[in-house]
């Protein structure tokens, strides 16, 4: 069974913006979700429904889910996952598209990769904001909330993907309206997790 185009495009807005806040946490969802016969992957994604796929992205979710909740540290592991979480959403837009025009598929991998950039980039300033404050809690209250919102996401993109879609779309025009606040906070976790490595 295919998903419907319009259908697909609501399910790849949801799952780039989860993605963008846990990349690991999407991947094995995505593919217990299809194990579950819930939402039928493309072809070029059935791995991803693979018990070892799973399990690899399980074990890592596990390691990020304690690692990004550890003050300074989180700064130099958001960091380096910039160049994890955006590559892979755009790579899995990539390959969920492999059925349309190659201008459509090149659309949706540009698409996939700047909706997960803007969901990363919309979890640093709401860090850098709270980093500061020197209790520990609220920064791991904000980091077990993405790790939930990111599950959320992709399971509600496979029950209702226009739902899902419509949520991401209000967190993306909130993140647009906050665009230079986003990208100074970015510049911030660069700069932090560089003292941290350095110092």
């Known amino acids: 069974m295919r998903i419907p185009a319009s259908e697909l495009v609501a399910v790849l807005v949801a799952t780039s913006f989860a993605a963008g806040l846990n990349v690991y946490a999407t991947v094995a969802t995505l593919g217990l979700i299809a194990r579950a016969g819930v939402l039928p992957l493309p072809p070029s994604l059935a791995v991803l429904a693979s018990w070892y796929v799973i399990g690899v992205c399980a074990v890592l979710f ?32 990539y390959h969920a598209t492999a059925t349309l025009s190659p201008w459509e598929q090149l659309t949706a991998t540009l698409a996939g990769g700047l909706i997960a950039l803007a ?27 993405e790790d939930v919102l990111a599950i959320f996401l992709t399971w509600l993109a496979a029950q209702h993907p226009f739902a899902a879609a419509a949520i991401v779309t209000i967190f993306l025009v909130v993140i647009g309206v906050l665009l230079r606040w986003v990208v100074r906070s970015l510049r911030a976790l660069f700069r932090g997790a560089e003292r941290e490595l350095v110092g």
């Open 62 to 93: 596990a390691i990020e889910f304690f690692a990004d909740k550890i003050p300074a540290f989180d700064l130099i592991w958001n960091a380096l996952h910039t160049f994890i979480r955006v590559p892979v959403a755009a790579l899995l837009a």
């Open 119 to 145: 969901a990363h980039g919309g979890k640093t300033a709401v860090r850098a904001a709270v980093t500061p404050s020197p209790e520990p809690i609220s920064n791991m209250a904000l980091s077990f909330g």
